[in-house]
């Protein structure tokens, strides 16, 4: 592990966590940088690993990970709604976070500080062909389905594939970019790409909310137990079947024990759906994960 990569995150969301409290920064300053990271820094990391991805039948293994945990998901949440009586609106927000991770503002840099720099690009692909797919279909669907909203038609979540940059990032990458670019674009995508560990470990310090909701502890435990332990603990029985090994296995593990997504944590909020129990899963999910994730980076050797 690369201990100096790993005390920034921690140093970087206590301080972000910091200047919440303190209100030293805007209201805004959160989404205002979350799309710094969404339109810059992400797309930079994707076009400066992406062309050194060898295209290969794995791959679709490290993509069908996130696919197949997700229908695990569906069943495990169910089976506990039942058990614990949960709420409608319970029970739709254990379905986005626990099949949504935070596979990319945290899963990419913690996959480059406790795997690799090499292992980058798996993380890549199992969040854009993954978690990114999704949240814009399974997502949409939780939302129309438990929030009120009108059912997204296929049109609908299309639209919102082709609007999310890093994903246009990793198709150039894939096609036209060389995996050996003149220096002084190799240089300014290093340099963007080294900005997003603490952007994004800003931005989620900036937004994180910790209130623990009494009434929902039973909900919130078993969600975390989920995303936490369950849903990795699969996918290190799936990724052998898949034919994943190495760094590829590792990477695809430690995503998918990524915590819960901010964006579905905000999602559920902004719907009136259990608010406070979304806001606990990002939260806490976030500190746990602080101690799971190097266990679990540890555990996938593959």
Same mark, same amino acid.
């Given at each position: ?7 920034? %995150? ?30 810059? +820094? ?32 569906? =069943? ?36 480059? =500080? ?9 993380? %890549? %692909? ?8 999704? &949240? ?35 198709? &150039? ?50 969600? &975390? ?10 996918? +290190? ?30 999602? =559920? ?34």
């Amino acid at each position: 592990m690369a201990f100096d990569a790993f005390a920034l %995150v921690l140093a970087m969301l206590a301080l972000g966590y910091l200047f919440q409290r303190l209100r030293v920064l805007p209201e805004s300053a959160a989404q205002t940088l979350n799309l710094v990271v969404l339109y810059v +820094c992400l797309p930079a990391a994707v076009l400066r690993y992406a062309p050194r991805l060898h295209l290969e039948p794995a791959l679709l293994g490290v993509a069908a990970v996130p696919w197949l945990l997700l229908a695990a998901t569906v =069943a495990a949440v169910g089976a506990l709604s039942r058990w614990l009586k949960l709420r409608r609106d319970e029970h739709a927000v254990l379905l986005l976070t626990v099949a949504l991770g935070n596979t990319s503002f945290l899963g990419y840099p913690l996959t480059r =500080a406790l795997i690799g720099e090499h292992a980058l690009p798996y993380a %890549v %692909v199992y969040d854009q062909f993954g978690a990114f797919l999704i &949240l814009s279909t399974f997502g949409l669907w939780v939302l129309a389905r438990y929030g009120g909203d009108s059912a997204p038609n296929a049109r609908d979540m299309l639209r919102r594939v082709l609007r999310f940059p890093p994903l246009w990032a990793l198709l &150039l990458g894939f096609t036209v970019m060389p995996a050996q670019p003149p220096s002084w674009i190799a240089g300014g995508l290093q340099r963007l790409s080294d900005a997003l560990l603490p952007l994004a470990m800003l931005t989620i310090g900036l937004s994180v909310k910790l209130a623990l909701p009494r009434e929902e502890l039973k909900p919130l435990v078993a969600g &975390l137990a989920l995303k936490l332990a369950l849903m990795p603990a699969l996918a +290190c029985v799936l990724v052998p079947w898949l034919g994943l090994h190495g760094e590829m296995a590792r990477a695809t593990v430690l995503e998918s024990a990524m915590p819960p997504m901010v964006t579905a944590g905000a999602l =559920a909020i902004a719907h009136q759906l259990a608010p406070r129990l979304a806001a606990a899963m990002v939260g806490y999910g976030l500190l746990l994960s602080l101690i799971t994730l190097p266990l679990w980076a540890r555990v996938a050797v593959g």
